[in-house]
């Protein structure tokens, strides 16, 4: 699926949302964050580098969009500790979730299965894998109580059919697409949260670069040009839209 054509996003459309993205410091999560409080959400940006979180912390503030709250955690080391510490985060100034991006993920080597690292593959596990099973587990009350709440897990490419040389990288994104499914499945006619995959597609950032080294960024869309979609997912007006792979 795509974004309707000629979608415009209402300038309030996430006017009372909270909305929790993780790797919100650059890239798609930043753009993201970004948006998403230039159309009334209040954020929460989750990210392991304080100094990135900071940066967009003072660009939302200075805008004079709601205030947003930073989770400095390195979802490498995410443990039953910092889950708790995410969860009292959000029932205690918050309240309730509108929204869960998992944006956060690690590309690991471009080798051949034979030749790669034992602890870069588990490290991308957890971070790619492990640590959306644990925040999602721990959030859905939270995203209960938020009624309508949206769910998005952004993919890859290599999510659909992973291509050799991309080890880990696309096995995690296979389990997180099949993870994905899984829970919208379940969660088919028992809530009202929403559970959507979203594949950015070639975009104009660091993990892109370090992918293809000698490719024109300028060849490739831009962060903001995924936005639109991830903001429709995450508001009303994709009210029932469950269960379904989007391509920005």
């Known amino acids: ?119 870069t593959w588990h490290r991308l596990m957890q971070v790619n894998v492990n640590a959306v099973f644990l925040l999602t587990q721990a959030l859905l009350p939270a995203l209960e109580r938020g009624n309508d709440a949206s769910l998005i897990f952004t993919s890859s490419g290599v999510g659909q059919k992973p291509r050799a040389f991309w080890g880990a990288y696309a096995v995690s994104k296979y389990a997180l697409e099949g993870f994905a499914t899984l829970l919208a499945d379940e969660l088919e006619n028992t809530s009202w949260t929403r559970s959507n995959i979203v594949n950015p597609g070639a975009t104009r950032t660091s993990m892109r670069a370090r992918a293809y080294p000698n490719e024109d960024p300028a060849t490739l869309k831009t962060t903001s040009a995924v936005v639109p979609l991830f903001l429709y997912l995450l508001g009303p007006d994709s009210q029932g839209i469950h269960g379904q792979r989007f391509d920005a």
């Open 1 to 119: 699926m795509s974004l309707p054509p000629d979608y415009s996003a209402p300038a309030d459309l996430l006017t009372g949302r909270n909305i929790l993205i993780t790797g919100a410091g650059d890239g798609i999560g930043r753009a993201l964050a970004i948006a998403c409080a230039e159309h009334g959400a209040t954020t929460l940006l989750l990210g392991r580098t304080t100094a990135k979180l900071e940066s967009v912390y003072d660009e939302i503030v200075d805008a004079g969009h709601p205030e947003p709250g930073l989770l400095p955690i390195d979802l490498a080391q995410l443990d039953a500790a910092r889950i708790n510490e995410v969860i009292d985060a959000v029932d205690t100034h918050y309240g309730a979730l509108h929204g869960l991006v998992h944006n956060a993920a690690l590309l690991g080597d471009r080798v051949p299965l034979s030749h790669y690292d034992t602890d």
